[in-house]
């Protein structure tokens, strides 16, 4: 019998974040799966329904707050943890609007990335 595969969804236009996230997800053993267009994340993420969405946000961007509130109805049971170079207060705010409970500021490291990836308990992760 196959061992269950944890899914990820990495949501990014930068290249280089592509590829750290998703080598830092296969160290955690998922198999991450890359989206670049962000008009196209609902539909995928509710076809695919990943275990864990990992977003890189624009705070700027009102598009990503109203797909990130549909994206937390449509797939409840997936954790959204977004990425973000904005400031805490700025992106505390997205989260609050958008009902998102988790974050990794960049720059990032693995063992930040590891810790806030495999918690159990929901919070904000202020990179230090």
């Not at 974040?17 to 609902?42: A, F, Q, W």
């Not at 063992?111 to 495999?118: E, H, I, L």
Request: aromatic share 8%; with cysteine.
């Amino acid at each position: 019998m196959e061992k269950d595969v944890k899914r990820a969804l990495v949501v990014d236009s930068d290249k280089l974040n592509l590829y750290l996230v998703s080598e830092y997800l296969m160290r955690l053993g998922y198999n991450p799966e890359i989206l670049t267009d962000k008009n196209n994340v609902l539909k995928h993420a509710k076809e695919q329904r990943p275990n864990i969405i990992l977003w890189e946000v624009n705070y700027k961007n009102d598009c990503d707050q109203k797909v990130l509130s549909e994206l937390k109805i449509a797939c409840n049971s997936s954790r959204i943890i977004l990425i973000t170079a904005h400031s805490e207060f700025e992106i505390y705010g997205l989260c609050q609007k958008s009902g998102i409970q988790e974050y990794i500021n960049k720059p990032m490291i693995f063992n930040q990335f590891k810790t806030v990836v495999n918690s159990r308990q929901k919070g904000y992760i202020k990179n230090s």
